[in-house]
């Protein structure tokens, strides 16, 4: 990732799931906020998705290219 980067840019902003996640129940489109960034070894971002209707907040830990910007 390179400083022009929209998830460089914004390290706190939203982005949005490229793929699905079945294990931690979630689905490509849903839309995160990053929490905090990771560089070594490789890039990867951990985002807080809203909660679904059992009410528990989701966090995952993401590589660069399981997201996008929102």
Same mark, same amino acid.
Request: with cysteine.
């Given at each position: 990732?390179?400083? %022009? ?21 979630? %689905?490509?489109? %849903? ?14 971002? %951990? ?24």
């Amino acid at each position: 990732m390179d400083a %022009e980067s929209p998830l460089f840019a914004s390290p706190t902003g939203r982005v949005r799931l490229q793929v699905s996640v079945p294990e931690l129940e979630l %689905e490509a489109g %849903e839309v995160g906020r990053i929490i905090s960034a990771w560089f070594y070894p490789n890039t990867a971002y %951990e985002v807080e998705f809203p909660a679904k209707p059992n009410g528990c907040i989701r966090r995952a830990l993401l590589l660069e290219n399981q997201i996008g910007p929102n």
